[in-house]
C-alpha cells in the first residue's frame, strides 16, 4: 500500500522516552486507521483534524496526504515536533500541517475528527482516558488506538458521556526493543483501534 510504505519512510524518533510512552506508531496500524477513517467514513478529505500526542507526525502527515484541508499535530516533547515538522517536509504537505509543542490538556477549538494513538496508562495510569476526555471535548468522531484488553472499559466510559463506539478493528501493534529494559526483539501487544462518536 502506498501509504503504509510512506509512512514507513518518515523519520522515527531519535530518542525516545520511556514516562511518556513514545512508541512509534508502525505503518500498517497507522495506514488501517487512515484508510479506514477516510475511505470508509470520509471523515479525513476536505476536513480539519487533530492528532493529540502526535509524535513524529505519522497520523497528522498521513492526514494531510489524504486530502484533510488541515491536521495539526499536538505533543508535549519538541524534540518529537521538530522531527514531525521535518518529516511533514519529507512528505511534501508542510503547507497543510501544523505542529504544536503543548500538553493536549492545553488544547481549544473545534475539530471534524480526532486521530491519536495515545499512551496506554502503563507508566502513567488512566493517561489513555485523559487523551479521551480531551479528545471528546474537540470533536464529535474520535479515532483512537487502545490496548485490547482495555476496550470493554473504554466503550462504558464514553457511553456514560453520551458516545458509542461504532467501530472496532483488532490488530498486532509490533514494538521493535527500544529501551534497555526490553528483553525481546519485538513486543506484539493486541490493540484495538476505534471509531467513537457522539450520540
Given at each position: 500500500?502506498?501509504?503504509?510504505?510512506?509512512?514507513?519512510?518518515?523519520?522515527?524518533?531519535?530518542?525516545?522516552?520511556?514516562?511518556?510512552?513514545?512508541?512509534?506508531?508502525?505503518?500498517?496500524?497507522?495506514?488501517?486507521?487512515?484508510?479506514?477513517?477516510?475511505?470508509?467514513?470520509?471523515?479525513?478529505?476536505?476536513?480539519?483534524?487533530?492528532?493529540?500526542?502526535?509524535?513524529?507526525?505519522?497520523l497528522?502527515?498521513?492526514a494531510?496526504?489524504?486530502?484533510?484541508?488541515?491536521?495539526?499535530?499536538?505533543?508535549?516533547?519538541?524534540?518529537?515536533?521538530?522531527?514531525?515538522?521535518?518529516?511533514?517536509?519529507?512528505?511534501?504537505?508542510?503547507?497543510r500541517?501544523?505542529?504544536?509543542?503543548?500538553?493536549?490538556?492545553?488544547?481549544?477549538?473545534?475539530?471534524?475528527?480526532?486521530?491519536?494513538?495515545?499512551p496506554?496508562?502503563?507508566?502513567?495510569?488512566?493517561?489513555?482516558?485523559?487523551?479521551l476526555?480531551?479528545?471528546?471535548?474537540?470533536?464529535?468522531?474520535?479515532?483512537?488506538?487502545?490496548?485490547?484488553?482495555?476496550?470493554?472499559?473504554?466503550?462504558?466510559?464514553l457511553?456514560?458521556?453520551?458516545?458509542?463506539?461504532?467501530?472496532?478493528?483488532?490488530?498486532?501493534?509490533?514494538?521493535?526493543?527500544?529501551?534497555?529494559?526490553?528483553?525481546?526483539?519485538?513486543h506484539?501487544?493486541?490493540?484495538?483501534?476505534?471509531?467513537?462518536?457522539?450520540?
Amino acid at each position: 500500500m502506498k501509504l503504509e510504505r510512506a509512512i514507513a519512510g518518515l523519520k522515527p524518533h531519535p530518542q525516545p522516552k520511556v514516562w511518556l510512552e513514545q512508541y512509534t506508531i508502525p505503518p500498517d496500524v497507522a495506514s488501517e486507521l487512515l484508510f479506514t477513517a477516510t475511505y470508509i467514513y470520509g471523515d479525513i478529505p476536505g476536513k480539519t483534524v487533530i492528532d493529540l500526542g502526535c509524535g513524529t507526525g505519522r497520523l497528522t502527515i498521513g492526514a494531510a496526504m489524504l486530502g484533510a484541508d488541515l491536521a495539526v499535530g499536538v505533543d508535549v516533547d519538541p524534540v518529537a515536533v521538530r522531527v514531525a515538522v521535518e518529516n511533514s517536509e519529507l512528505a511534501s504537505v508542510s503547507d497543510r500541517v501544523r505542529f504544536v509543542v503543548a500538553d493536549v490538556s492545553a488544547v481549544r477549538g473545534r475539530f471534524d475528527c480526532v486521530l491519536m494513538n495515545p499512551p496506554f496508562g502503563v507508566r502513567r495510569r488512566h493517561m489513555d482516558v485523559e487523551f479521551l476526555r480531551k479528545a471528546v471535548q474537540l470533536s464529535d468522531t474520535v479515532y483512537s488506538i487502545h490496548k485490547a484488553s482495555t476496550i470493554r472499559y473504554v466503550s462504558r466510559w464514553l457511553g456514560s458521556r453520551g458516545w458509542r463506539v461504532d467501530a472496532a478493528l483488532g490488530m498486532k501493534l509490533r514494538i521493535p526493543r527500544m529501551f534497555r529494559f526490553h528483553e525481546k526483539r519485538f513486543h506484539s501487544v493486541d490493540v484495538a483501534i476505534i471509531r467513537a462518536v457522539r450520540e
